[in-house]
């Protein structure tokens, strides 16, 4: 039995007919049909953008590590092998990992890259709480391999399993950065709000 | 002329500064990565299981663990916030717009990968071609 407190945000009728499904639409764009694609960025714009924005901190880079991978993604598009969700999750995390690997060498500080995005409405705004500010500064004070764990385990709601795939390691080495990015996190937060 | 081997002499003043025990440590800038975050207390083997999901919450409570369920709770609720975040509406067209105009080039497969088909009309064929080329080749060395 499964008790997580995470629950899973994109529920999706079956893994293997969306992928059936993908592969139609794939083969539809790779027959010239251009416009089959934006199918693709409706099915998973929405979890990739939160991986994103989580692991980036910034809504405006989010959105741009999500357009140049859906264009890398057209581009290769002949290339994908296996499931559709995975490969593009990769490029989408390779994207972000790389952004991270950027800023740290030309060390542009945190308050000036999590400016709140020009499109973020004043209820966005409103609802995004100190509570939250505060765990996205905790969140980026770990590094990018324990972050991603989390935010996979945490955020998006998948099994060890799955991450495992998505990311080409063990479980239990997944399990063990989980584990450390929560003690980093506690040990972060809990003063102020345990 | 000599060389100098101080090794302390081609060091700019900040390198050479240390910082002592009493000084108190400099914070760390946002987006730096410190050496591995150091947990301050480590986290109870059932907090751990009950947020892998693996012990269901009443059996946590039961222990001393009853606070850090309290704070991930709390936690949670942010997340779960985070989980509700969707694209904004722009970004799809703003994409779309983006794509290239052409279709995307299929890959160029190798022509020793490409399927090879042999009909029996084409089998035949060939297998006629190679008989005559081998009579060709017979009488041309007899004679």
Known sequence: MHYSIVVKTTETPSVVDQDASDQLVIQQVLAGKRDAFRLLITRYSDPLYRHALCMTG??????????LSFIKAYQHLSEVRGRFDAWVFRIVANGCKDWLKNIRRSHLSYEED????????PDEELDR??????????LASLPASLREAFIMKHVEGRSYEEMADLLGTTVGALKMRVHRAREALQALLEEKYA | MYDDLNPESGLTRDVQKRPTKDEPARPLIDREVPLGPQAERPLAAPVHAWLDGELPE?????????KDVEFWRGLDVEMARVRRLRTPQHVEAQIMAALPTHAPASMITPWYRREFVVTPTAALLVGAALVAAASIVTALIVR
């Open chain 1, 58 to 67: 910034s809504p405006d880079v989010a959105e741009d590590i999500l357009q």
């Open chain 2, 58 to 66: 009443a059996a946590v409570r039961k222990t001393d663990a009853s």
């Open chain 1, 114 to 121: 999590d400016q709140p995005s020009q499109h973020a409405t």
């Open chain 1, 129 to 138: 709480t100190e509570l939250r500010s505060d765990l996205d500064r905790a």
